[in-house]
């Protein structure tokens, strides 16, 4: 599988400053969504049906194709803030995976892992992702329902809502570098007979 | 299930300062462990054939009986360092689930939770553990090799070897101030097929 990253782009914009997602609010069209690439500050909008071509052609992304696939991340020591994103296609349907290291606390880089699915809210529902890491006798599994790209990939990371993992983990489950990351897309069941354990 | 924990000891030692397990280097048998109440400054030794006794009778730490048990940590509000810590009876061994809340970085607790046998390395190896959280259509599964209680409890946490929650996190799976973790243990398979993805 061929590993595909963004640059790492070094920011020093603040984040909680100056969210990214803000500038979305103002526009007309709800389905109109900045460019998802989190990290470049790429002055690309557009509508939800050109998003796919948008990341394909401008920030050169990768899809990979399959229920279940294997997303190879490499040069994991890169310095923070640094994005690793693919596209997944399945069920008829395109997902981004943002796997984004990140300075929440000053001088301890964590790992954030999330998918999104190219599409609305309600679309997004109906579908459940897991990642998967899996290596040197330790497997950590995340389970959790899309988010939507019209809502906001970096809200998800601040928040915590999605697989996080910190440096030493993330070593553990390296390779020589390299992070693979086991994806798994799934039409939704119902959760609410598991929840109550 | 009965919730038991370790009563909240507000704890000023540095532990990186001051590491609790080193007293048992000193030793002459290695199988004379330090009483593993992390958080307390209990001043016991003993062989691990005495372990379970001590922690019953002294620290009035549960058994919980069954290959899957879920135990229920309550009042996720207290403030760090805090452990909850349960034993748990299975495959006839008895293993300890030792939930600790800390803060790793100033200002932001974080929740690590890991499994030790109460018995010797070697034993432990036979074992996998897992621990799982579901809730909020969200499900987080950490499985791993169980360390023996003859090593160091303190070290695997601040290696972060183990299952990591962020607070938010921790919130988002826990049920006014409680939190379910699953746990369920097996006899090892052998892991190499699987680490080759």
């Given amino acids: 599988y061929a590993p595909t990253r963004c640059a790492a782009v070094q920011t ?7 969210p990214p997602c803000h500038h979305h609010e103002a526009v007309h069209d709800p389905q109109l969504v900045p460019c998802t690439c989190p990290l470049f500050s790429c002055p690309w909008e557009g509508h939800l049906e050109v998003v796919v071509s948008h990341l394909r052609q401008t920030h050169r992304i990768n899809i990979l194709q399959g229920a279940e696939i294997v997303f190879l991340a490499t040069d994991m020591h890169l310095p923070a ?8 296609s399945c069920l008829g349907h395109q997902f981004l995976l943002v796997l984004r290291k990140q300075e929440k606390y ?14 609305t809210p309600t679309q997004a529902d109906n579908f459940t992702y897991r ?26 990371i601040s928040d ?15 390779d020589n570098g390299s992070l693979a990351i086991g994806i798994a897309i799934t039409t939704s069941k119902v959760h609410n007979a598991e929840d109550k354990m």
């Fill in 160 to 174: 915590g809502d999605c697989l996080v993992l910190n440096t030493s983990l993330a070593q553990l489950f390296s």
């Fill in 131 to 156: 990642l998967e890491l899996n290596r040197n006798q330790r497997r950590l599994k995340w389970e959790a329902t899309p988010r939507s790209v019209l809502e906001c990939v970096d809200s998800v």
């Fill in 12 to 18: 020093s914009v603040e984040q909680s400053i100056l």
């Fill in 106 to 119: 000053e001088g301890h880089p964590q790992f954030f892992a999330t998918m999104m699915l190219i599409g």
């Fill in 81 to 88: 803030p640094t994005d690793w994103i693919i596209m997944h």
